[in-house]
């Protein structure tokens, strides 16, 4: 006999205003929405890095000669390649667009500075460390819950743009299935399910994109493990990047 499907629901918070500097982002979603233990608490990149004051003006950055070379190739503005180049901690691509890793190991276009909703000459960088803004948060709601952080970017080989988790706390960016049985009775020896990277496209799909100004979503429902192995992976077992001589 089979079991019935685990009810998963999702809740876009709506209501939240426009997130400033020095926000309490828990208190303002704790006043529109009941937090229950066991829920996963998806909030877009954005709100956080407002908060914790990431928000920069163009002008903050003095490019460099490299920058300003760079910025020519790319049709861009030297003083937004610049703030790329301070957030990165490396350059894997430099043409046709600059993809970079992350001071926190994350890999994306421009280091995932986004120039969407902030203003003429604001740029907006993600929090310096998401994994600990997420613990940060998750602490303050005070509840047994889970905390993503999302964010949008690119994937190889593949049209458009997802949703992926850069910070998570109280939930495993991975699910393990590796010494599993499959319905024939072999055990499965590489598969590891990236479940915070699930329910991150899962939440944005609920988000939407442009001026739609609901950055936060529940899950609820949903069974989900606490430990496990990290999203990035190290740099010595990526392959893409050994073949970009990385």
């Not at 426009?18 to 990149?45: M, R």
């Not at 276009?109 to 909703?117: E, R, T, Y």
């Not at 493990?225 to 999203?231: A, C, E, K, T, V």
Request: hydrophobic share 40%.
């Amino acid at each position: 006999m089979s079991e019935p499907a685990a009810s998963l629901k999702g809740y876009l918070i709506r209501g939240l205003p426009i997130i400033k500097e020095g926000d309490d982002i828990p208190t303002l979603i704790q006043s529109l929405f009941e937090i229950e233990d066991g829920d996963v608490i998806c909030l877009a990149s954005t709100i956080v890095a407002k908060s914790e004051g990431r928000m920069r003006h163009l002008d903050d950055y003095q490019p460099s000669s490299y920058a300003i070379e760079a910025a020519r190739d790319l049709g861009k503005d030297p003083r937004f390649v610049q703030a790329v180049f301070e957030e990165s901690s490396d350059i894997l691509i430099e043409r046709p667009f600059l993809l970079t890793v992350t001071h926190f190991g994350h890999i994306g276009v421009n280091a995932g500075i986004d120039q969407s909703n902030v203003g003429d000459e604001m740029i907006l960088l993600l929090p310096i460390d998401p994994c600990s803004s997420a613990q940060r948060l998750r602490q303050a709601l005070g509840r047994d819950c889970a905390v993503i952080i999302t964010d949008t970017c690119g994937r190889p080989f593949r049209n458009g743009v997802a949703g992926v988790a850069v910070g998570w706390s109280g939930i495993a960016a991975l699910r393990d299935w590796r010494g599993e049985l499959d319905i024939h009775g072999r055990a499965l020896s590489i598969t590891q399910e990236a479940i915070a990277d699930e329910i991150a496209a899962a939440a944005n799909l609920l988000m939407g994109e442009a001026g739609d100004l609901t950055p936060a979503v529940v899950f609820r429902g949903l069974k989900y493990p606490r430990s496990g192995d990290d999203l990035f992976r190290a740099k010595e077992k990526d392959i893409i990047r050994s073949r970009l001589n990385r």
